[in-house]
C-alpha cells in the first residue's frame, strides 16, 4: 500500500481515499458523541423538575389525599422520596405587569428529590415552614413580570377564578385572591422557566380552596433501582382509578425526537462515508491496471486468480481501516479535548460547555458501518475488474 507505483497519481488517491474515510468516520464519533453530551443533559434536567415516577389520576384533575395510599407506597424498599403536589393555572400580577403561570404547590421533599437549588440563578429557595406564602419563580416568569430578586419591592398578586361559581354582582367576587412573596427564581429550561410557580402545598391548597386535595404524587426512586419494576409495583398499589408513568413517558416526545435526530444525522454521514468510498474504488482500479505486469510475474510463479485478488483486496480493506482507525482516534481525541478543556462554549445557556459524551457503543457501530462500506468498496473492483484486465 506505501510502495511507490509507476504513476504517482495512484498514490495520491490511495491517500485521499484514506483522508476521506478518515474525516467520515472523525466525524461520526464527534456528532454521536454531542448527541449523547445532549441526550444525558435533557435528562439532566428534566430530572431537576420532573420525578422519577408521577402517579396521578385517570379520571378529573385532583383526587383526596386521604384516599390515597402514602403508607403502602413509602414502605416499598426503592422509594427514596414521596412528594404530593398541586398544580392550577394562576394569573401572577407584579406591581403593573401581569402574566398566566402554572402555579404548583409542593413539599419540601420536592426540592431534595429534584435537586432544584443547584438551578437558582437568584434569592433561594426557602423552606421556612413560617413563611408558607413564599413562592420561587421560572426565569421567563420573572422576565415578564420584570421581577429582580435583588430588587424586589412589592408582593406577587395570585388570582384564580372559584370553583363553580358564576359571575355575581360584586366585581371579583368569582375569583380567589392572595399575595405571596418571591424568595428566588430558577431557571431549567424554557419548558419550565416560562411555565411554573412554586410555593408551599398547603398555601396553594388554600389558595384553590382545595384542602387536602392533590394533582399528582411524585416519587423518587433509589440509584439503580429497577424503574420499571417500581412503576408495576406501584400500579398495583394504587389501583386502576390512578396512572403511574416514568419522566421518560412524561416527556416521551423530547426524548423520542433526540434519538432519532441521532440515528438520522447517522445514517446521513454514513451515506457520506459511502460517498468516499468511491475514491477505494477509483485507487484499486488504477493499481490494477497499473500492476499487470506484476500479476503476470506471480502468476509465472504460481499464484492463481484467487490469490491476486487476496492481494487487491486487502489493500482496499487496509485503505479502509487505516482510515476508520485513524478516523475514530482523532474524533476521540477531539471530544476528550472538549470534555477536558470545553472550547466550544454556549453563551447565555443552562450550561457552560458544549456536551460531549464518548460511548463505546458509538465505536462498535460506526466500526461496523466502515467496514460493511470498505467490504463492498474492495470487492466490487476486485470481483469485476480483474477478469476485464487480469
Not at 366585581?171 to 392572595?178: A, D, H, L, V
Not at 402545598?201 to 420499571?228: P, T
Not at 506471480?298 to 492463481?304: E, I, R
Request: charged share 20%.
Amino acid at each position: 500500500m506505501i510502495s511507490k507505483k509507476s504513476h504517482n497519481v495512484i498514490n495520491i488517491i490511495s491517500w485521499i481515499s484514506v483522508t476521506g474515510i478518515a474525516v467520515g468516520t472523525m466525524a461520526l464519533i464527534i456528532v454521536l458523541s454531542a448527541f449523547n453530551g445532549l441526550e444525558t443533559l435533557v435528562e439532566d434536567l428534566y430530572a431537576s423538575f420532573d420525578p422519577d415516577l408521577k402517579i396521578t389520576v385517570v379520571e378529573g384533575k385532583t383526587f383526596n389525599s386521604a384516599d390515597f395510599p402514602k403508607d403502602k407506597i413509602l414502605a416499598l424498599d426503592a422509594v427514596e422520596f414521596y412528594n404530593a403536589a398541586l398544580e392550577e393555572v394562576t394569573l401572577v400580577k407584579y406591581n403593573d405587569k401581569q402574566t398566566v403561570a402554572t402555579i404548583k404547590g409542593v413539599e419540601n421533599s420536592f426540592y431534595q428529590m429534584s435537586g432544584l437549588d443547584s438551578l437558582m440563578i437568584e434569592g433561594s429557595i426557602n423552606n421556612n415552614p413560617e413563611n408558607k406564602n413564599n413562592v420561587i419563580l421560572g426565569w421567563g416568569i420573572a422576565n415578564q413580570l420584570g421581577l429582580y430578586i435583588s430588587d424586589y419591592s412589592f408582593p406577587i398578586g395570585l388570582i384564580v377564578p372559584k370553583k363553580g361559581t358564576k359571575k355575581g354582582f360584586t366585581p371579583g367576587s368569582e375569583f380567589n385572591r392572595k399575595t405571596a412573596d418571591a424568595s428566588g427564581v430558577f431557571s431549567v429550561n424554557p419548558d419550565f422557566d416560562t411555565k411554573y410557580v412554586l410555593g408551599n402545598l398547603e398555601f396553594v391548597q388554600s389558595l384553590l380552596q382545595q384542602k387536602n386535595r392533590l394533582s399528582s404524587v411524585e416519587i423518587g426512586v433509589k440509584k439503580n433501582a429497577d424503574w420499571i419494576g417500581v412503576k408495576n409495583e406501584l400500579q398495583k398499589i394504587v389501583g386502576n382509578k390512578y396512572k403511574v408513568q416514568t419522566r421518560y413517558e412524561l416527556n416521551e416526545l423530547v426524548f423520542k425526537t433526540n434519538k432519532t435526530e441521532k440515528w438520522i444525522t447517522f445514517l446521513i454521514l454514513a451515506f457520506i462515508l459511502v460517498i468516499a468510498s468511491f475514491n477505494i474504488i477509483g485507487s484499486l482500479t488504477m493499481l490494477i491496471i497499473d500492476k499487470q505486469k506484476d500479476v503476470w510475474i506471480l502468476k509465472t510463479m504460481g499464484a492463481n486468480n484467487g490469490v491476486i485478488r487476496k492481494i487487491f483486496f486487502a489493500e482496499g480493506m487496509l485503505i479502509n481501516l487505516l482510515g476508520a482507525v485513524s478516523g475514530m482516534v482523532i474524533g476521540a481525541f477531539i471530544c476528550w479535548v472538549q470534555i477536558q478543556f470545553g472550547l466550544l462554549r454556549l453563551n447565555g445557556g443552562v450550561v457552560e460547555f458544549y456536551p460531549i459524551e464518548l460511548n463505546i457503543l458509538d465505536f462498535v457501530n460506526v466500526s461496523i458501518i466502515v467496514i460493511i462500506i470498505g467490504l463492498i468498496a474492495s470487492w466490487y473492483p476486485v470481483q469485476v475488474l480483474t477478469k476485464k484486465y487480469l
